[in-house]
């Protein structure tokens, strides 16, 4: 069976001049769930920049037939995913790859520049970068709490130590090197890097994944904070605040694990 949409398109009043309104007129379809920390990233930068789109939601949680059903869409089952209705059946998958497909449709200039050979290059370092090393944030430090389709006993210690390890050496690299030496990820201005980053290290300062933390990394910290009075911050997050109580009780819970690593 097909994948349903089971939520209103979100819309942010777009702001544009009549050509780029036109391209709008059939709103981009986003694959996902707010929980899921990429897929957040792309409603993020929606938000900012006022870009509608309607959300389908999918999740890797979902039942096997659904998952089956959009592996059509995605062939490795893995959230955010991308439909521009504008060019048919036309899908894209990857964060990064929907962030700067989004940023050059609609001409997103100071979040990531055409005219601009030398600065491009620097967020496209970073996006490739992420995946491997800021991300494990997410896959070293939250997966645990929020993936109750896995039962604490079947994660793997060493795999989540390895994980971890990335994550502090990732970490250590945006506080000292990055955000040391400017105000955002790549220099002075925001980028689709900050935005890509952002999903994963504002969970270290909603919940105590990692002690000291603010002390260890009080240039991210501060970062964080400038990126919270973007627009329409609130309003995309808010589902973390859903979940406060919920990641209070799994950490409890997987208290034995974590006694492990």
Known sequence: SKIRNSSQPVEFKPTMSTTETQSRNIPL????VAVSQPTRAVMFLCAIK?????????SPMDNPEKRASFKKVNPSGKIPALKDEEYGEFYLYESAAILTYIATKFNLQDLYPSNDLR?????DQYLHWHHENT????TGFVAPLLRTDVKPERWNVGALKVERKMANY???IIEQKWLSSHAYI???ALSVADILAYEELIQMKRWPLIADAEQRFPNIFKWMSKMETLPKH??????????DPYVAKRMQKMQPLYAKL
């Open 170 to 172: 990732a970490l250590n």
């Open 135 to 138: 991300r494990k944030v997410s």
């Open 29 to 32: 379809k986003l694959y996902g």
């Open 50 to 58: 006022n870009i509608p789109f309607e959300q389908v939601k999918a």
């Open 234 to 243: 609130d309003q995309v997050h808010r589902i973390m605040a859903k979940l």
């Open 186 to 188: 790549v220099d002075d």
């Open 119 to 123: 600065r491009r290059a620097l967020i």
